[in-house]
């Protein structure tokens, strides 16, 4: 299992960084669009947000994985032996309830994003609404998966 994950962690750090890249191409040439030839792309704005979208969503799924996320750890640092366990396990526990309430809502957002356009794009707003639930279903796998190994004290990586 432990090899999927790396493949999953790979592929999610290959496109964030490919969305990264691209979100940078598009922001620079519409500043050079802007201020050198005095023109502006209608769209770059709305692509360059749903870009960011997209990388947040993904990224967040990326560093929770890694245990690499931005934490409070002046309890958990203080805590040792089954309270520190059971600390973990209620972390995680709200994790799985976060990450299926990502899933669930984003199914239902993703049908209601069948039904509209975005304004300068026209795109479908289900292709900017699918990163919803397939963040949402990652972050439950990852934290499924470190649920199962705290509660059998497994290694977690």
Known sequence: MKKVDEVIFKALCWICSG??????????VQVFFRYVLSASIPWSEELGRYIFIWMSFLGVVAVYYKGSHVAFDILPNKLTGVYKKGLNLLIIALTVILAAAILMSGIRMVGIGTLQRSPALSLPMHMVFMVLPASGALMLYFSLRKLYLTIFNKDLK
């Open 19 to 28: 969305l990264m890249f691209s979100m940078m191409i598009l922001i620079c």
